[in-house]
C-alpha cells in the first residue's frame, strides 16, 4: 500500500510524515513514515484495512478514515494532503517595555508545543482548532511564562490572530503542602497546574513541581486573574486537587490550600477467564478512579492478577488482550480490597458493571431498597454472567407526573450468578429501567420495575440473526470484498430504547465476502408517547449495517432471519485518485477509436461531460471552436459522455453543433468509470504529453494553455 502526502497550498510532497493504518481482522495498528517523495510504503496482507490518520508535527492532523482493501498482487494507492498548522508570531516585552529572551509559550486548551522566545522576544507556535468544540463558549488563549523572573500573562487568541506584541505583567507565586492522612508532609509529591477558561482546563506546562522534604511546593510565574486547579500525587499516595482563583492572591503570594493524599494500600485480586470459563493470561490490567492512582498489571498463566497500590473507595478496572487476532476487554467497578472477583473479558466494546462486596443473599435478606430476580432463557432455563444495569430512574415530580433520567449509574449493577440471580442495591424510591447485556442472546430492558421487588423473571430472547455479502462492482460484475470489517448498530438512539453501545458490533468477512451477525434485538418498544396505557405493541427494530460509507438498514417483521443480504460498494467519487503521472486508460472501452496515425506523439485532451448539463455543454462547444488551434498544438481531443443517453439524441446534438472531434460515452458502470479515471465533477479534463502520460487533470479551459505548455516540458 502507497499513502502520497502533499502540502494542500503548495502541493509539494511531505517528507516523515507519520500514517497510521489499523488491520480490521487483528484489531492490530500499523504505521509508516513518508519518504523524500512524500510516500509512504508498507507491505499489507490481502484483507481489509482502515487507514485512520496522516501526522506530521507543524501540520494539521489528517484524521479522515477511509476502509481499504488489500488484493493479491496489487497494490493499493491512495493521496492525502496535509495543511500546514496556522502559527501565531510576535514579540514578547517585560514590565519595561523590553524584548525578554527565554520567555516559555503554550497554546491552550490542547497545545502540545512549547516554544521559547529568541534574543529579540521573537516566537512562533503552532495554534490549531481542529478537533476542539465550535462552540462560541470554547476561548483559545497563549500562555507566556517566566518563571526566573516571576513574570506571566494570558492572552486570548481570535480566529484570524496571526500576530501577538505582549508585555509581561508580575506572576503570582502558588505555596503550599501536601500531606499524609496524620498531616505529615510528603517528600517529592508531583504537582502541576491547570489552567480553567470557558469550558475546558488544561495543564500550564508538561513540567511539574515537586515538594520540598517537608511537604511544601512554591510554583511561580502564575497568570493573574485565572482560575486554576492543583492537582498533587505522590509514590503510594492517590491523587486531591484543589481550586484556586490567582485574584485572590496578596503582593503576588497565594497560599494554595492543603492537599492530603489517601494512602494507597490496599489491592483488589481476582481471576480473568473468557466467556467459555478459560483463563486469560497476559492481560493489561489498569486501575483508575477519583482520587485514585494509576497502577497495572498482568495477569499470570492461570488469568489470575494482584492491582496493588490502590486508596480506599471505588476503583474502575480496565482490561484489554489480544487473543487469536481478537480483541478482548471488560470493564468493572468494584472497591478496593475485595479479593477474589472473576471478571469475564469479551469480544466487541465492553459493557461495564459493579463487582461489590456483598452476596445475593445479603441484599436481599439485608436490604428492603433493592431490586433482585432472574435471567432465563427462552426455555425458562438460568442465564449467568450477564451484565445487569440501571440505564435510567422514573422518579414521581407529582401525583401521576414522572420525570426520566438517563445515566449510566456504573455502580447500580450486577452480573448473574450461576443460577441468573441477581441483586442491586438502591437507595431511592422510584421505578427503574434494568438493562439486560447478554452475550448468546438479545440485550432487553426491563421497563418500570418498582424498588423493592425481589422476584423479578426477565426472559432474554435468542434475538435476529442476519447473514450476508459484502460486494463491490468491478467492470460490471459483483466481487466479493474479503476479510473487511463490517459493522452493525442501531439506528435509534433514544435513551428510552437504547440497547447499549456493546450491541454495536464489529465482524470480518470471509473469503467469499461473506459476514453474520447473531442475537440482534428484533423489537422496539414504543416511546410513552406513542404508547396507550390500554394497550400496544413492540415494533420492529431497525439496524444498520455498514462498510465504511456504504451502509443499509434492516429490520425484523415476521421472520427472526435474514439471509443473502447484500451490502453494494459502489466507488467514491469523492475519492477518487486522480491520474497525473500515470499512463492513459484505453480509450477503446468508452467507444472511441484513434488510429496510431491520429494520435502518435500527440498530446491527447479528454474531456468527460455530460449533455443533460448546461457547463458540459458549453465546455465541449468551447473546445470545438478551438479544436483547429488545439491540433496545430499537436493536440488532439476526445469527449466522452458520462451518463447513459440515447445514442441517437447524442449523434443528433454532436452533428448539429458541428462537434469536429470524437464523442464516446460509458458503456459500464458510470460511477465505476468515473473512478477508475479520476473524475470527480463534470465537466472534467485530462491532458497528457506526446507518450500519453497523463500530465494534468481537474484543470479549467482557461488553464488549458498553460498545462499544455507544461506538457511539453
Request: glycine share 8%; charged share 30%; hydrophobic share 35%.
Amino acid at each position: 500500500m502507497e499513502v502520497a502526502v502533499t502540502e494542500a497550498v503548495s502541493k509539494q510532497p511531505v517528507e516523515k510524515a507519520s500514517v497510521s493504518i489499523r488491520d480490521a481482522r487483528s484489531n492490530q495498528w500499523l504505521s509508516a513514515i513518508s519518504n523524500e517523495d512524500g510516500i509512504a510504503r508498507i507491505r499489507l496482507m490481502p484483507g481489509g484495512y482502515q487507514l485512520s490518520g496522516v501526522y506530521m508535527q507543524g501540520y494539521t492532523s489528517d484524521r479522515h478514515q477511509e476502509s481499504i482493501t488489500i488484493e493479491q498482487g496489487s497494490t493499493k494507492r491512495v493521496t492525502r494532503t496535509l495543511r500546514e498548522s496556522p502559527k501565531l508570531r510576535g514579540v514578547v516585552r517585560d514590565v519595561a517595555g523590553r524584548p525578554l529572551e527565554g520567555v516559555e509559550f503554550k497554546v491552550l486548551p490542547g497545545g502540545r508545543e512549547e516554544v521559547n522566545s529568541d534574543s529579540e522576544g521573537k516566537f512562533e507556535v503552532v495554534c490549531d482548532r481542529r478537533g476542539w468544540s465550535e462552540s462560541e463558549d470554547t476561548i483559545f488563549c497563549l500562555v507566556a511564562r517566566h518563571e526566573q523572573r516571576n513574570l506571566a500573562a494570558v492572552e486570548e487568541i481570535g480566529e484570524d490572530m496571526k500576530r501577538l506584541d505582549i508585555k509581561l505583567a508580575p506572576g503570582v507565586t502558588f505555596a503550599g503542602k501536601v500531606v499524609d492522612s496524620d498531616n505529615k508532609g510528603i517528600a517529592g509529591a508531583k504537582v502541576r497546574v491547570m489552567l480553567r477558561l470557558s469550558n475546558w482546563g488544561s495543564s500550564l506546562s508538561r513540567r511539574q513541581a515537586e515538594t520540598d522534604d517537608t511537604g511544601n511546593f512554591e510554583i511561580r510565574a502564575i497568570p493573574a486573574g485565572q482560575n486554576y486547579n492543583i492537582y498533587a500525587s505522590a509514590e503510594g499516595y492517590g491523587q486531591k486537587d484543589v481550586k484556586a482563583h490567582a485574584d485572590n492572591a496578596v503582593d503576588n503570594h497565594l497560599n494554595i490550600e492543603t492537599l492530603t493524599l489517601p494512602a494507597a494500600n490496599l489491592s483488589v485480586t481476582g481471576q480473568i477467564v473468557d466467556t467459555q470459563g478459560n483463563p486469560v493470561s497476559h492481560a493489561r490490567v489498569e486501575g483508575s478512579g477519583e482520587d485514585q492512582p494509576r497502577p497495572n498489571t498482568l495477569s499470570d498463566m492461570q488469568g489470575n492478577f494482584t492491582l496493588d497500590g490502590l486508596c480506599a473507595g471505588l476503583v474502575y478496572i480496565r482490561i484489554d488482550v489480544e487473543r487469536s487476532g481478537k480483541r478482548l476487554s471488560a470493564r468493572v467497578n468494584t472497591d478496593a480490597g475485595l479479593t477474589g472477583i472473576k471478571i469475564i473479558v469479551r469480544e466487541g466494546r465492553p459493557v461495564s458493571y459493579y463487582i461489590g462486596p456483598k452476596t445475593y443473599e445479603q441484599i436481599i435478606q439485608g436490604s428492603d431498597k433493592a431490586i433482585a430476580g432472574m435471567a432465563v432463557d427462552e426455555n425458562g432455563s438460568p442465564v449467568a454472567d450477564v451484565p445487569v444495569k440501571v440505564c435510567c430512574i422514573k422518579r414521581e415530580r407529582q401525583k401521576g407526573k414522572f420525570s426520566w433520567h438517563f445515566s449510566s449509574y456504573s455502580t447500580l449493577s450486577d452480573i448473574t450468578d450461576e443460577q441468573g440471580r441477581f441483586a442491586i442495591e438502591l437507595e431511592e424510591d422510584a421505578e427503574y429501567n434494568l438493562r439486560f447485556s447478554p452475550d448468546k442472546h438479545a440485550a432487553v430492558i426491563a421497563y418500570d420495575v418498582p424498588i423493592g421487588k425481589k422476584d423479578l423473571k426477565v426472559t432474554l430472547p435468542d434475538g435476529g440473526t442476519v447473514t450476508g455479502q459484502l460486494v463491490r462492482m468491478e467492470k460490471g460484475k459483483k466481487v466479493p470484498i474479503p476479510n473487511a470489517e463490517v459493522k452493525v448498530e442501531q439506528t435509534s438512539r433514544a435513551s428510552y430504547t437504547h440497547l447499549g453501545f456493546d450491541r454495536d458490533r464489529t465482524t470480518v468477512t470471509d473469503s467469499q465476502g461473506r459476514f453474520r451477525f447473531e442475537h440482534l434485538r428484533t423489537k422496539i418498544r414504543p416511546s410513552e408517547s406513542d404508547r396507550t396505557t390500554q394497550k400496544w405493541e413492540h415494533n420492529p427494530r431497525v439496524w444498520k449495517i455498514s462498510y465504511g460509507d456504504t451502509s443499509k438498514t434492516i429490520a425484523f417483521y415476521e421472520d427472526k432471519t435474514i439471509e443473502d443480504f447484500e451490502l453494494l460498494v459502489r466507488p467514491d467519487i469523492a475519492n477518487a485518485q486522480p491520474l497525473a503521472g500515470r499512463p492513459l486508460p484505453e480509450l477503446e472501452d468508452l467507444k472511441i477509436k484513434l488510429l496510431p496515425v491520429d494520435a502518435d506523439d500527440k498530446m491527447l485532451l479528454v474531456c468527460f461531460w455530460d449533455m443533460e448539463q448546461r457547463p458540459s455543454r458549453a465546455c465541449i462547444r468551447q473546445l470545438a471552436k478551438q479544436n483547429e488551434q488545439l491540433k496545430q498544438k499537436g493536440v488532439i481531443v476526445v469527449a466522452v459522455q458520462v451518463s447513459k443517453v440515447d445514442e441517437d439524441t447524442l449523434d443528433e446534438w454532436v452533428k448539429n453543433y458541428n462537434i469536429p472531434f470524437p464523442v464516446g460515452m460509458v458503456q459500464g458502470d458510470e460511477e465505476e468509470t468515473r473512478f477508475a479515471w479520476g473524475v470527480r465533477s463534470l465537466p472534467w479534463l485530462i491532458l497528457t504529453n506526446r507518450k500519453h502520460i497523463v500530465n494534468a487533470n481537474g484543470f479549467s479551459l482557461a488553464e488549458l494553455d498553460e498545462k499544455i505548455q507544461a506538457a511539453e516540458k
